[in-house]
């Protein structure tokens, strides 16, 4: 059955499904993913809250007992590990209590109180689940505990339900590998008398059925005798039969079951599917999370789980639904901040307005209940036509988006794992799908991805002011280093093979520009600036194929389906706003910003500092308020461009604009800000600040500003990969908005071509450019075709 985590993981996930302790089993199960514990924990508490009554709790104590006896083995490196155990004890205390099992009843609960009292110390982290959920299951317990000694209450019989929980865990414990013949049998038997015991109503019946087909695959493998396989499919078959759909707990580990059985049995047409299907419940957990920090925790596995998908996809060359997998598991809580953004207008077209109301009331109070939740998401699904609620679009509609979006091909970059190359998986507007194995595509076995990483982690943290790090121009220079190692990586891991092996096979791009490509990088390779990979000649990629990067296939179908807003000179430019500290000041982008505005955005509003150390903007100071007053505008004159250069920062309270005064502006807050009003049409935002391109470590969610803006509506955002120089990328972006509203090219060309404008020595230099960046390019010491300063742009949308 695997090691102590695999085993008991499942029987966690498998407990979880009972909606009365659904959000209880959600949050035990964010905890220590790999540690056996968590699983032990989640089994015994949720069991025993199952029924609600006061007299299991002598079995629960006795149960937590040897759950603690396990995690103390290895304790599980967690800063409220201590509070968790605290609770634990406290409450295997209250349960000999209440039925006369210890001998001195006051010093129990003496300890108790102490217990109790621990818990409110700093050993239990704020953002620690179990804290909470564990903390509710002791107090009201503490509360009851004199009445129940008092009452003199019996001890408490064993039921059916608890004969097969016991069972459960004796039968995954004996399923080891190293356990032998006898104790594998012995192990399959105790299983089956788990699913004797519990009766055919039982709510865990699925994953009852579910745990001995696991018990028989695992036989079946440690013995090399298929015997087991087809009563294993049987149990698999009969569990899901009795879903409710993606929203019932054990949907992924049914299918995940159906799929290695029948891969077992020879069947590889079929198995596969079966493990690309178990992924819808993934969107199920994301859309019942009330915000973005509780969608991206419920994601958390979800990306690993679609790479396994693919590659069994893969293995039995089904590209689309290869596809399918990896899209499953990129970019959840995006996909669910967009779907939830109509929730109440949608409700009502179906005909349900008082469940809309309450949807509204709840929304604008502490926000919906779980209950609520389930009710409306269940109704969304109907709704919703063929299932497409849960899944990502099929090829029909990428090849749609890609060519209303004038992109030859969306390409999924796969990590290598353990047993399986690396992966570029390509949807193209026209002709076949394809993958190519990319061997060298490791990066975490990489010394340049690394020290590439470390020196960018290094920079930001000196330039934005959050660390002690003053020597910025050594810093930079690490940095420089370390960027063109990594590019030369780049182009032998994954950009080679692409530009000189999948390009030539697009038969039918328009000869009128350069192939374009939208890359959907998987993990870490979000980080990698793939446009700046360059050949061993010294050649980037940038000058062979134009790039742009999407969260996922439903967010590039989600940009397409969106009306085009033209180009405006009206709209909002912001530079250096003071930060009150908070932040270094950026005399580069202030002067950029003002020479923007001045140059091609006369009509519009500059917010801000003003250069030459002139003071404020009469317009404003670029507070998160005035960029919150113009998303939300209505009016014609607000126009439909935001630039804003300031400070972007990427920390572990997630990604937000550092504004005016030090204020921030979150990236969640952008998406709830500008659903508000979906009339409001923003053609374009350039977000000429540090890392905006980024999420907040979970990279497969993509939760970044550029991203956030996207799903909000903006039409075509342009964001940054790294800590972008001050007055480095000065040239890039005019010459950017001089593609733009002068020569009036499109968003993704304006940047290509300002990108190719900074490599070439011979480039032509605009009458309007300001005398200011004239005399860059006269500087010696400065080189514009330096990656730093073009590389870091990233083109998303339209």
């Given at each position: ?680 049409d923003v053609g374009l935002v350039v977000l000429a600040a540090c ?101 870091g742009f990233m083109h998303g949308g339209r």
């Amino acid at each position: 059955m695997g090691d102590d985590a695999d085993r008991y993981a499942m029987v966690a996930a498998a407990l979880a499904g009972h909606p009365a302790i659904g959000e209880a089993a959600t949050a035990l199960l964010e905890i220590a993913p790999d540690r056996p514990h968590r699983g032990l924990l989640a089994a015994a508490l949720i069991e025993r809250l199952l029924d609600g009554d006061p007299a299991t709790l002598v079995t629960l104590g006795r149960d937590i007992e040897a759950l603690l006896a396990v995690a103390e083995a290895e304790p599980p490196p967690l800063t409220s590990w201590r509070g968790t155990r605290a609770m634990a004890r406290a409450t295997v205390l209250i349960a000999q209590a209440a039925v006369h099992d210890l001998p001195d009843v006051g010093a129990a609960v003496a300890e108790v109180d102490r217990l109790s009292a621990e818990l409110t110390t700093d050993d239990v982290a704020d953002d620690a689940p179990a804290g909470g959920v564990l903390r509710g299951l002791v107090d009201p317990l503490i509360e009851q505990l004199p009445t129940m000694i008092a009452s003199g209450m019996p001890r408490a019989p064993v039921s059916a339900n608890e004969i097969a929980l016991g069972e459960l865990h004796a039968g995954l414990r004996l399923l080891r590998p190293e356990a032998g013949p006898r104790r594998w049998d012995e192990g399959v038997d105790r299983l089956r008398a788990a699913l004797a015991a519990s009766r055919p109503d039982h709510p865990q019946r699925v994953q009852h059925l579910c745990l001995l087909g696991f018990g028989l695959l695992r036989r079946a493998e440690f013995t090399n005798d298929p015997v087991d396989l087809p009563e294993a499919r049987r149990l698999a078959l009969e569990a899901k039969s009795l879903l409710a759909g993606p929203q019932d707990g054990a949907f992924e580990m049914v299918h995940e079951l159906l799929s290695q059985v029948r891969f077992r049995l020879g069947e590889g047409a079929d198995s596969h599917i079966d493990k690309v299907e178990s992924l819808r419940t993934h969107v199920w957990q994301v859309l019942m999370r009330a915000d973005a920090a509780g969608a991206a925790a419920a994601a958390r596995d979800a990306s690993a789980s679609a790479i396994a998908g693919a590659h069994s996809c893969i293995r039995a060359n089904d590209v689309a639904g290869a596809v399918r997998a990896l899209d499953a598991g990129r970019g959840l809580a995006l996909y669910a901040a967009t779907e939830l953004r109509a929730v109440a207008d949608r409700l009502r077209a179906a005909g349900h307005s008082g469940l809309a109301e309450e949807w509204e009331a709840a929304s604008d109070g502490p926000g919906p209940s779980v209950a609520l939740r389930r009710q409306v998401i269940g109704i969304l699904a109907d709704i919703v036509p063929d299932g497409a609620l849960f899944d990502p679009p099929d090829t029909r509609q990428i090849r749609a988006a890609l060519s209303e979006l004038d992109l030859d091909a969306l390409v999924y970059l796969v990590p290598a794992t353990d047993g399986w190359p690396g992966l570029a998986v390509a949807v193209p507007a026209r002709g076949r799908l394809a993958y190519l194995a990319l061997p060298a595509l490791r990066p975490a076995d990489s010394p340049e991805v690394a020290a590439y990483l470390a020196a960018a982690k290094a920079r930001d943290t000196a330039r934005v002011g959050r660390g002690a790090h003053r020597d910025l121009l050594s810093l930079d220079r690490t940095f420089t280093s370390r960027l063109d190692v990594v590019c030369d990586w780049a182009w032998r891991a994954a950009m080679r093979p692409l530009v000189e092996g999948f390009l030539p096979t697009l038969r039918h791009k328009p000869s009128t520009r350069v192939p374009r490509l939208a890359f959907v990088p998987m993990g870490e390779l979000a980080l990698i600036p793939w446009q700046a990979a360059r050949r061993a000649g010294g050649e980037p990629a940038v000058t062979s194929v134009a790039l742009s990067q999407t969260a996922s296939a439903r967010m590039l179908c989600h940009s397409a389906d969106l009306r085009p807003v033209p180009p405006s000179r009206l709209g909002m430019v912001i530079g250096d706003p003071d930060t009150a500290g908070a932040a270094a000041t950026l005399l580069g982008a202030r002067a950029e910003a003002y020479e923007i505005w001045g140059s091609f955005y006369r009509g519009g509003r500059y917010l801000g500092r003003l250069p030459d150390d002139r003071g404020i903007s009469p317009s404003g100071a670029g507070t998160a308020d005035e960029v919150r007053a113009w998303l939300t505008a209505t009016g014609r004159a607000a126009g439909r461009m935001l630039h804003l250069a300031c400070h972007g920062v990427v920390d572990t309270k997630g990604a937000y604009l550092l504004l005016a005064d030090g204020r921030p502006l979150a990236a969640e807050e952008l998406v709830t800000l500008m659903s508000g009003v979906p009339e409001r049409d923003v053609g374009l935002v350039v977000l000429a600040a540090c890392s905006t391109g980024l999420a907040a470590g979970d990279y497969d969610e993509a939760y970044s500003l550029g991203t956030a803006f996207l799903a909000a509506g903006a039409r075509s955002v342009l964001s940054t990969q790294w800590t972008i120089p001050d007055a480095g990328t000065s040239l890039l972006m005019f010459m950017f908005h001089h593609y733009l509203m002068d020569e009036r090219l499109p968003v993704w060309e304006s940047l290509h071509r300002a990108q190719l404008w900074m490599l070439d020595p011979d480039r032509h230099v605009p009458d309007e450019m300001p005398d200011s960046l004239r005399r860059q390019l006269d500087d010696s010491g400065h080189d514009p075709a330096n990656a730093t300063e073009w590389a870091g742009f990233m083109h998303g949308g339209r």
